[in-house]
């Protein structure tokens, strides 16, 4: 069968501009599942990374002679962060940006969010354990509402099931996917903070500015995203054991999926990079997958891949080679096919997005977070299919729901 392809296009874009996006262009490689939104989500980060193209370009960099790259993940998606987008950032896959010390990954947001799962250390029928959920949803307070309330974020129970057999293991398992952003809004603005410090720069593009950092101001911002990351882990634990406090548990891992590695050079964005047991999440409804990942992406791969040689060509194979990611979850995916999708510009960034979804009127927006009526987090056989044919990662459990919490003010799939 044919499948016809998504009509993508810029309005708006600087002459001067053009260049820099043929060049982000060749430098993005994906394995995103799907035909629309994973299609999208490397147009939109065409901008965001042009623009540090551009800027490290200012500096005095030889873009030719570096390897930088950004590699979208099967997750790879949209971003409902207003800002985020704004800036021409999308989500799920990894992005390197650092050029002879100078750091650019601050520029799209990282935050430290992440997973932590723990293993439920008690005897309790399910029946049971429902009951103590369900009190659970009627005590989130507003500290809770705070975590679980906006975002995709989310606290469920889950019966650990053989992947295979599908036999009850008789484990149960919770997850917590939240964050408390200590310390956030210093890592989404750091000119608000280290402007005076040595090794900060701002370069103006035709499409916004960017933000490079390094020696003392790159060494502060790194030191303050691991407190963040750290901090979250914590509120993670926190928040657990407030909503669940008459049930025993530990916890098993905590997995950021939202942060730098490598002291900046690096930054996931809706990736896991973690060599231990890690959730793969999907929406309520269709659970989550336990996987440990396999080195990726492998040279078998890498040579049959029709953007290997492309990879090949600008030195990037061993990068590609050492990834050893998998996806984080679902991410968000349109539930219509997309016939067209125009990003339009201005001289802050993005401003809005034309659209079309098969069968209905072409509309406008600011943000993807104005068209969440007409998305979804439905995407786990697609995103499982990529990963199996990719060879990311080995499953070691399917978790199927039992409960998801979330406050009752909150939408699941999130409000924020």
């Known amino acids: 069968m044919l499948i016809k392809k998504i009509e993508l296009g810029y309005s708006n874009a600087h002459p001067e501009f053009h260049p820099w996006i043929e060049k982000a262009r060749a430098r993005i490689f994906s394995i995103a599942a799907g035909t629309r939104m994973g299609m999208v989500a490397?147009?939109?980060?065409?901008?965001g990374y042009a623009k540090l193209l551009y800027a490290a370009t200012e500096l005095g960099v030889d873009i030719d002679s570096t390897k930088t790259f950004v590699f979208f993940a099967p997750d790879g998606t949209c971003s409902l962060n207003i800002e985020r987008t704004k800036r021409g950032f999308s989500?799920?896959?990894?992005?390197?940006?650092?050029?002879?010390?100078?750091?650019?990954?601050?520029?799209?947001?990282?935050?430290?969010?992440?997973?932590?799962?723990?293993?439920?250390?008690?005897?309790?029928?399910?029946?049971?354990?429902?009951?103590?959920?369900?009190?659970?949803?009627?005590?989130?307070?507003?500290?809770?509402?705070?975590?679980?309330?906006?975002?995709?974020?989310?606290?469920?129970?889950?019966?650990?099931?053989?992947?295979?057999?599908?036999?009850?293991?008789?484990m149960r398992y919770l997850v917590v996917h939240c964050s408390g952003h200590v310390g956030g809004e210093l890592l989404y603005f750091p000119d608000t903070w280290l402007a005076d410090?040595?090794?900060?720069?701002k370069i103006e593009t035709p499409h916004g500015p960017?933000?490079?950092?390094?020696?003392?101001?790159?060494?502060?911002?790194?030191?303050?995203?691991?407190?963040?990351?750290?901090?979250?882990?914590?509120?993670?634990?926190?928040?657990?054991?407030?909503?669940?406090?008459?049930?025993?548990f530990i916890r098993l891992e905590s997995i950021t999926h939202q942060g730098l590695l490598d002291?900046?050079?690096?930054?996931?964005?809706?990736?896991?990079?973690?060599?231990?047991?890690?959730?793969?999440?999907?929406?309520?409804?269709?659970?989550?997958?336990?996987?440990?990942?396999?080195h990726n992406l492998s040279k078998e791969f890498l040579d049959n891949w029709e953007h290997g040689q492309r990879a090949?060509?600008?030195g990037i194979e061993k990068e590609l080679m050492n990834l050893d990611i998998t996806p984080h979850g679902g991410g968000y995916e349109s539930r219509f096919p997309i016939n067209y999708l125009k990003v339009n510009l201005d001289k802050?960034?993005?401003?809005?997005?034309?659209?079309?979804?098969?069968?209905?009127?072409?509309?406008?927006?600011?943000?993807?977070?104005?068209?969440?009526?007409?998305?979804?987090?439905?995407r786990k056989w697609e995103i499982m299919r990529v990963v199996a044919k990719t060879d990311l990662a080995d499953i070691l459990f399917d978790l199927e729901p039992l409960m998801q919490v979330y406050p009752i003010k909150s939408i699941p799939g999130g409000q924020g």
């Not at 691991?226 to 909503?243: L, V």
């Open 42 to 47: 490397p147009r939109i980060m065409e901008i």
């Open 91 to 170: 989500y799920g896959g990894i992005l390197s940006t650092t050029f002879d010390g100078l750091m650019g990954t601050n520029n799209s947001m990282p935050n430290g969010c992440g997973f932590s799962i723990y293993k439920l250390n008690e005897d309790i029928n399910d029946e049971t354990l429902i009951e103590k959920m369900k009190e659970a949803q009627c005590r989130l307070g507003e500290e809770e509402l705070k975590q679980l309330g906006k975002g995709n974020h989310f606290a469920g129970m889950y019966r650990v099931k053989d992947p295979v057999s599908g036999e009850d293991l008789n």
């Open 197 to 201: 410090k040595e090794g900060f720069h």
């Open 210 to 248: 960017i933000i490079f950092l390094e020696g003392e101001a790159r060494g502060l911002y790194v030191n303050q995203f691991k407190k963040t990351e750290a901090s979250n882990s914590q509120n993670r634990d926190h928040t657990a054991s407030e909503i669940f406090h008459d049930l025993d």
């Open 263 to 294: 002291n900046g050079k690096y930054h996931l964005i809706g990736t896991q990079k973690h060599d231990s047991m890690a959730p793969i999440a999907f929406n309520p409804e269709e659970g989550l997958v336990a996987a440990i990942r396999r």
């Open 312 to 314: 090949k060509d600008f």
């Open 348 to 378: 802050n960034g993005i401003a809005s997005f034309d659209m079309q979804l098969k069968d209905k009127h072409p509309m406008n927006f600011p943000t993807f977070r104005h068209v969440r009526e007409w998305l979804t987090y439905r």
